[in-house]
């Protein structure tokens, strides 16, 4: 059973910088698409960053330089540094494995993370 578990979230000024970890269990972490999503209230779930198996990465439009995902192999972890956050980013930050070979599907899920920015 693949388990994902992120850490990292909390309250934060607005302007201010937060590092969201995700630790996956299982077997070829190195080999799977990773993927951070969020959901504010009221909103549907969106992407906001994937990192390949060869650190290609991709970002939801309204990171704009932002955020930046990477990727520790040799811990099974991803991780997710935001900076320069605003209240908009509030919402609870989901970690994903996609499914083996796909770049869009997820698979597995993280029970989430609350980020809060709030003066």
């Known amino acids: 059973q693949v388990q994902l578990v992120e850490s990292g979230g909390g309250l934060v000024q607005p302007g201010g910088s937060l590092r ?6 299982g077997s070829r972490f190195s080999t ?13 779930r969106e992407l906001v960053a994937t ?19 990477s990727r520790d192999n040799a811990r099974n972890t991803v991780y997710l540094q935001m900076n320069s956050l605003n ?3 509030t919402a609870l930050y989901y970690c994903a494995r996609f499914y083996s070979g796909s770049l869009t599907r ?8 609350q980020v809060t920015v709030s003066s």
């Open 20 to 25: 969201l970890a995700c630790v996956v269990s």
């Open 51 to 69: 990192i390949a198996h060869d650190a290609v990465t991709h970002y939801g439009r309204f990171v704009k330089g932002r955020f930046t995902v």
């Open 87 to 89: 209240s908009e980013d």
């Open 106 to 113: 997820p698979e597995y899920w993280g029970q989430g993370t």
């Open 32 to 44: 799977y698409v990773m993927g951070w999503y969020r959901q504010a209230p009221g909103k549907q």
